[in-house]
């Protein structure tokens, strides 16, 4: 619990600078282009991540899962083995992401009638993916508790985007020179954590990655393909929801919808930031206990920092039902006040997903990626549905209350899952 607690409050101090300077990020952008040309950019930005994230394998997750076998079992060789399979899955994701996300561009374009401008803007942003080959290095961080290095990353990427922001609002550039800032900013941010993995992995002496045997991967990792796939469409789910109804609302209801929703997001970061930290520090922590069979250490690891988020997350909600309005004006401005009823519903939304969130990795933690994977993807498919509804019928408020549904309905499905396999532990 000691090692959760630093290491969490290490990543929490990195995603809270992140968040405030992504915050100040898209506060800026908005006042200076305005809510049409701001829509614009939120709609390239959320294309990009959501083709990254369809492309991406989350090898990290597994990675961290088996290695953590491996490192309790002196397992070195495997080790290697294991992370040159992932910095394969991460190199083939990151090309396939990009070729993707640049011939997506073009069809949409033409789909939805975007000018040369726009259509420049998006396969360049899109450009971006080709370098997110950093799920390894990633996984060397987590595993070897370097949460303080992850966490470095996180702010630094952020506030070099931050200053680029602030030059650029304070000379109103336009709309090209705010997506050149993002996508120079992305690739800043994950160089700093491919240089910085692969550094403490060569700390480690483990020897060349590359010179690692790949045969056999499925038989020295059992079940190893099956996880990958699990949390890779799971992950994509996951940012279909969290990512896709901007899109949604951008193409029923325009780009300025799609500004005042997408800020409407920012503001609901601040709590997704607490989570995060948690979420990623508790995960190997959960694993490394579930392998030594520690269960009664596995059911505090996943209670106490639940709790203690909770109370967190009902103090952000107060804090922003009481003083909303006012913050809203006094950020971004008057033009995008209608945020301020779907910021508390979306609220509401991370609230319960805060609640609940060791019980995703918990699920991974056991080896039951599948089992998260099935839950994430019935409460996908209820959400899926009532978003364009919801959205047509009420507009922004309808794409809130579809957010706020999917996340009742996983905490649910996940706790019922969970319940059944603590009961009798493999």
């Avoid at 250490?297 to 209670?303: A, E, N, Q, S, Y």
């Amino acid at each position: 619990m000691g090692r959760l607690a630093r290491n969490a409050g290490i990543l929490l101090a990195g995603n809270l600078l992140a968040a405030v300077c992504g915050l100040v990020c898209h506060v800026l952008a908005a006042r200076t282009l305005g809510p049409e040309r701001y829509g614009i950019l939120a709609l390239i930005i959320t294309y990009g991540l959501v083709i990254n994230g369809l492309a991406s394998f989350q090898s990290w997750k597994a990675l961290v899962r088996y290695g953590a076998r491996c490192l309790e079992r002196g397992r070195r060789e495997d080790f290697r083995s294991l992370m040159k399979f992932g910095l394969v899955l991460d190199l083939g994701g990151s090309f396939l992401g990009t070729v993707t996300g640049v011939a997506g561009v073009v069809i949409l374009g033409r789909i939805r009638g975007w000018d040369q401008e726009t259509v420049f803007l998006a396969a360049l942003y899109s450009g971006s993916i080709l370098f997110h080959s950093c799920g390894t290095p990633l996984a060397v961080l987590r595993l070897f508790d370097r949460f303080d290095l992850n966490a470095a990353q996180l702010a630094g990427a952020a506030m070099v985007r931050m200053g680029a922001v602030i030059a650029l609002a304070v000379s109103r550039a336009g709309l090209r020179a705010f997506v050149w800032a993002w996508f120079l900013t992305e690739i800043f941010g994950y160089l700093l954590t491919i240089l910085w993995g692969w550094r403490e992995y060569r700390r480690r002496r483990f020897g060349s990655v590359l010179r690692a045997p790949l045969q056999g991967i499925p038989a020295k990792f059992t079940g190893i393909w099956r996880f990958v796939w699990s949390t890779n469409f799971q992950f994509s789910l996951k940012l279909g929801v969290k990512e896709l109804d901007v899109l949604v609302v951008g193409g029923l209801l325009g780009p300025a919808a799609a500004g005042v929703y997408k800020i409407a997001k920012q503001f609901t970061r601040i709590m997704d930031r607490f989570t995060d930290p948690l979420n990623q520090s508790v995960y190997p922590a959960l694993a490394k206990s579930w392998v030594r069979k520690d269960y009664s250490g596995f059911r505090k690891l996943m209670i106490r920092p639940a709790l203690a988020l909770a109370v967190v997350g009902v103090l952000v909600w107060t804090v922003f039902l009481a003083a909303g309005p006012r913050i809203l004006i006094l950020t971004v401005g008057g033009r995008y006040a209608g945020a301020y009823f779907p910021i508390l519903v979306l609220m509401a939304g991370m609230l319960v997903a805060a609640a609940t969130f060791p019980l995703e990795p918990a699920l991974l933690a056991m080896g039951r990626a599948d089992e998260s994977f099935q839950a994430f993807a019935w409460a996908s498919l209820l959400y899926f549905g009532l978003l364009a509804v919801l959205t047509k019928a009420w507009g922004i408020t309808g794409a809130t209350l579809s957010s706020l549904g999917f996340y009742s309905i996983w905490a649910l499905l996940l706790a019922r899952k969970i319940r059944g396999r603590l009961k009798q532990p493999a």
